[in-house]
Each structure stands twice: as C-alpha cells, then as structure tokens.
C-alpha cells in the first residue's frame, strides 16, 4: 500500500462545477497535511494547508479526518484556471522521531468551458 | 515574500560535463531540500539541509553532490550524470526541519545528452 494515495485522475469537469478530491495516508502519526497544486512544467505552489477543523479560502475548502486518515480537497464554482494537477502531502510521523514528506501521485483536473 | 530563486533555468550537458544547480532563498528558512521530478510524477526527495547541514540524503547517487555554503544558498553538484538523470530539479525551503510548508523554487530542467 502506498503512504500517500490520491484519487485517480484525470478529472474532467465543465465551467462552475463542484469537484472534490480526496487523499488517503497509512502513517497515523503523521502530523502536518497540505495541497498543492502544480501547473505543467512549473513547480508545485502551496494551495493550502489542512487542518483538524477544516479550513476555507475562497472557493476551495480542505477536511482533515484524523480517524479514517483521509484529507479532502473541495473546488466549488470551477474556472479554467484551476486546470492543473492537485498533490496531496503528509508530513511528519518518521520512524525514530524524524519526519518524512510524503507527496501523492497527483490528479489532474481539467476544467472545460 | 515566499521566493526561492534558482539558476539556471534551463540547462543540457553531456555526460561527461560537470556543472553545477543553484537555489537561494530569504525567506530565513534553516531547511532546503533538492528534488527530481519526471514528467506526470511527484517530487522525489534527493537531499535536505538543516541549518546548512545534510540531514537527509535519500541514497541518491554520488554524481549528485549536494552543498550549503550558508543558510540562503543550496548547490547541486552534477558530475558524469546519465540520460536518465534529465528531470526537472526543484529546490524548497520551509521554516525548519519537520512538517511545515515547503516553497518551491521555479526548478531547472536539465537535459543529459
């Protein structure tokens, strides 16, 4: 099983639309969870961190469920700008103390007009 | 202002050449990390620094020689690389060693030839 896995892409979903994407992780002591997204040939960009409460920031709204370990990724009202590929990562929880960063593979969204 | 800056941004050598990555940042981050990334894969870790001492080397090949000269500068030493070492190279930096955001510098696209 893979530490990190992330919903299998591609996603392809019209203008307006409401996409979530989901991301589950094996290591229960991990500490720290976030989304990223990463154009085509351009580097990762932190979208926004997850937290135990959820959190928001404008159109986009991030879950974190410490029991089932999964993390969430909801995109209401899509643009065409959000086409892009969506990485999950954990961190923290490595073996003797230290931490590890652990990226998903990623899914890719299309947003059509 | 979250920037890491790296040079160059494009580079091709042959596999004899020796050249080196640069990445900067100012952020007073006391971690930074080199990536490689292939096409349509996530990141993978190759080294990470904590105040500018190597923290983590992920058993990557001595051809790749990682350097902190001080707490904003990282190098990457190639030397002898190979046609499959052609990748994106992405540096980050993130506020210490442990699960914080990392921020991604711009990458360079090297092409072994």
């Known amino acids: 099983r893979k530490e990190v896995e992330q919903d299998p892409g591609p996603f392809n979903v019209p203008e307006g639309a409401t996409v979530a994407f989901n991301c589950t992780y094996s290591?229960?002591?991990?500490?720290?969870f976030f989304w990223y997204r990463q154009d085509c040939r351009k580097e990762p960009k932190l979208l926004m961190s997850?937290?135990?409460s959820g959190n928001e920031d404008g159109r986009f709204t991030a879950q974190l469920n410490r029991a089932s370990q999964y993390i969430s990724l909801l995109i209401r009202d899509s643009k065409l700008s959000d086409s892009a590929t969506y990485l999950c990562?954990?961190?923290?929880?490595?073996?003797?103390?230290?931490?590890?960063?652990?990226f998903g593979a990623g899914t890719r969204l299309f947003v059509k007009a | 202002d979250t920037e890491v800056t790296q040079t160059p941004k494009h580079l091709v050598m042959g596999m004899t050449n020796k050249k080196s990555l640069k990445c900067e940042q100012h952020?007073?981050?006391?971690?930074m990390y080199w990536y490689k990334q292939k096409a349509k894969k996530p990141p993978e870790l190759m080294f990470v620094?904590?105040?500018?001492?190597?923290?983590i080397n992920e058993s990557v090949p001595s051809r790749f020689s990682p350097e902190c000269p001080n707490s904003s500068l990282l190098n990457l030493h190639l030397h002898a690389l190979q046609p499959e070492d052609s990748a994106l190279y992405l540096c980050?930096?993130?506020?210490?060693?442990?699960?914080?955001?990392?921020?991604f510098g711009p990458g360079t696209r090297l092409t072994v030839t």
């Open positions: 952020m007073g981050h006391r971690a």
């Open positions: 620094y904590s105040y500018e001492k190597l923290s």
């Open positions: 980050a930096s993130s506020y210490g060693l442990g699960p914080y955001e990392q921020y």
């Open positions: 290591n229960s002591a991990s500490q720290s």
């Open positions: 997850v937290y135990s």
């Open positions: 990562v954990v961190a923290g929880g490595g073996r003797t103390g230290g931490f590890k960063t652990i």
